[in-house]
């Protein structure tokens, strides 16, 4: 059983060429189905039947799993059982038979574009020109401390006449950092990473909303994956699908801003040719942009937001714009058109909310 499992494993992934994500979702549930065989008599592939495999899902019915979770796990048995037997495993497939649940598809909750304008406003450090916070704070700290201290030398005679050579001469913290010291060079650094890890987040949310691309695709993207001229992105979907996704202005803008005054802060010598980095000048890792992003819209005043969220948002404004499905579907890397469908689904619920609350014979 062991064998079977790690050659069905390198099928997944050199001959299909499915993610490692796939890969390690499949061989669990294969492992799984394989236990539960043995538990029931069985000792090799070989044995697994029909039978065999509705008892499987039964029990997982019985522990609570989902339509979708069925759904996904089916799927990877018929998959193996289909491999097993053109490997000569067995003698028939058996999952062939195998029906499986219809996974119930709720309509995703899609921001609005007003929203999403507001999401991706762009903050004061990612605008040119614009002070960094402890540029625009030093200028206001110098005269107001400067004030305090001429009026308290000033109530009387002798203060005037006596020479007060060590306050004047002695450097304080905030001259150590105009004049360039340890602490103005920390300062600086701290307020070039806060720049910099502004204008990466920006052009993150441009990019995810522009482009409708997965959170790994936007990882994915390398400096020579972006057209610039012809504002393209040359993306890397599943199944190492490769396509080519346009990009709008305003994307392109915090694109510019981020290659040319952001990512040479974070880049290092093991930065490669990613285009976004993180703090410690490696590729950006999916998990960071979902923090991003859910930062971001908790900060506009949204509901919780992924980076897929921002995915459904632009195929569903796609297409209330007048883009047809097909279009959609190049645009999001979907393999059937099935899955763009959806999209429809949510704009006519909003046609028919918007019917609802507008026309007098609703």
Known sequence: ?????????????AELNRSAHTVRAYLGDVVSLLDHASRMGATTPAD?????????????????????????????ARTFTAWAHRSGLTGDDPGQRL?????????????RADQ????????????????????????????????????????????????IATPTNTTTPTDTASAGGPVGEVAAAASAE????????????ELLYAAGIRVAE?????????DRSRRVL????????????????????????????????????????????????????????RRIVARAAAAAGLPHTSPHGL?????????????????????????????TQIYTHVSIERLRSAYRQAHPRA
């Open 1 to 13: 059983m062991r064998t079977a499992v790690d050659a069905f494993g390198v099928h997944l992934a």
């Open 48 to 76: 697994l039947d029909l039978l065999t495999l509705r008892s499987w899902l039964a029990r997982l019915r019985t522990t609570g799993a989902a339509r979708t979770t069925l759904a996904r796990r089916a799927a990877a």
């Open 99 to 111: 029906a499986s649940p219809k996974p119930h598809r709720d309509l995703p909750n899609v921001l």
């Open 116 to 163: 999403v304008a507001g999401l991706l406003e762009p903050p004061a450090a990612t605008r040119a020109g614009t002070p960094t916070p402890a540029a625009s704070q030093t200028p206001a700290a110098t005269p107001t401390r400067a004030a305090p201290q001429t009026r308290a030398t000033t109530p009387t005679r002798a203060a005037r006449q006596t020479p």
């Open 194 to 205: 806060e720049t910099a890890t502004a204008l990466r987040d920006h052009a993150i949310l």
């Open 218 to 226: 936007l990882c994915g993207l390398d400096l020579g994956d972006v």
């Open 234 to 289: 040359r993306v890397f979907g599943k199944g190492a699908r490769e396509r080519a996704v346009p990009y709008g202005v305003p994307a392109e803008r915090a694109l510019e801003a981020w290659l040319r005054r952001g990512r040479p802060t974070f880049v290092t010598p093991g930065s490669g040719d990613a285009l976004l980095l993180g703090a410690k000048g490696g590729r950006l890792n999916p998990t960071v942009v």
């Open 311 to 339: 995915r459904h948002a632009a195929a569903t404004h796609l297409l209330e714009g007048g883009a047809d499905l097909r279009s959609v579907q190049e645009l999001l890397g979907h393999a059937s058109l099935s899955s």
